[in-house]
């Protein structure tokens, strides 16, 4: 229980720490807002065509009567755009990071040095093509391993009972472990921590993970307010992958906090 209260800590420490730092905070949105402009069009071609979808790729309903084929087409369709909107949620910081990369990156650089008892943040020492390159494959491997947890979870939607009060529950905290591993990939990657490694470290602390993922997948729900958490959720981040890597802040915090997972025993290796 004491990681869940961390894991929000930290989340609430990024947002304080942009609060403080207005240039880096208006820089992180400008990515968060041309993603929104994306998915909100997808969004709303899905809300006016996905009922079309629905009725094309069900033939076999034609035939029904009413009201039956009204009730099966009209559920389907709600749970056409549920998924749809899981899927944006999950997808989201992954698209917003890839777009956003020069910022996040830089965002994340000064949260190093910022609390660094050096002053001094990590550097993966890649030209940008390569750090561009790293992010979107490895954001393509956490979106396909998402959307086979969507997948699922769609088709768990239909237990009765079960599909309309654990599955949603389920789904939020999936969707806050990915939302955590591509916000901590900012930070990792510059300490030249592979896919595989990031996904283990994450895993070593998972209760860490859901106190600082869950709620921020459940504000991501609401419309805009991704926009305006995404570059507090980087910043928290990094100083949550600070820790998880064992690395002391000027404070005195994370040093030694986790002995079983910092660099000397998860070797980040070369890309």
């Known amino acids: 229980m004491r990681d869940l209260g961390a894991g929000f800590g930290y989340l609430l420490k990024g947002q304080r720490w942009v609060a403080r730092h207005g240039k880096q905070y208006g820089f992180g949105l400008v990515p968060g807002l041309i993603t929104l402009v994306l998915y909100a069009a997808a969004l709303v071609a899905l809300a006016l065509w996905g009922q079309d979808f629905v009725s094309w790729s069900t033939p076999f309903a034609d035939d029904w009567s009413s009201p039956w084929q009204g009730l099966f087409r009209g559920l389907l369709t709600a749970v056409l755009f549920a998924l749809g909107l899981l899927l944006s949620v999950v997808t989201f910081t992954a ?6 990369q020069p910022f996040y990156e830089n965002l994340s650089e000064k949260v190093d040095r910022d609390v660094s008892p050096d002053g001094t943040a990590p550097e993966s020492g890649l030209p940008l093509w390569r750090e561009l390159w790293i992010s979107g494959r490895d954001s393509l491997r956490i979106v396909l391993r998402a959307a ?9 939607g239909f237990i009765p009972v ?23 990939a900012v930070a990792l990657q510059r300490r030249r921590v592979e896919l595989r490694d ?22 991501f729900l609401v419309p805009f307010v991704a926009v305006f958490l995404m570059p507090g959720a980087v910043a928290g981040a990094t100083l ?18 986790l002995p079983s997972a910092g660099p000397g025993n998860l070797s980040p290796s070369g890309v």
């Open 95 to 100: 698209v917003t990071l890839l777009i956003g």
């Open 148 to 156: 086979v947890w969507g997948v699922l979870l769609f088709a768990l």
């Open 162 to 184: 079960v599909g309309q009060t654990a599955v949603p529950v389920i789904g939020i905290v999936v969707t806050g472990f990915f939302l955590t591993e591509e916000l901590t």
């Open 198 to 219: 990031r996904l283990t470290l994450l895993r070593s602390r998972k209760t860490l993970i859901w106190g600082f993922g869950t709620p921020l997948a459940a504000a």
């Open 240 to 257: 949550m992958a600070r820790e998880l890597m064992g690395e002391e802040t000027e404070d005195g915090q994370g040093k030694g906090s």
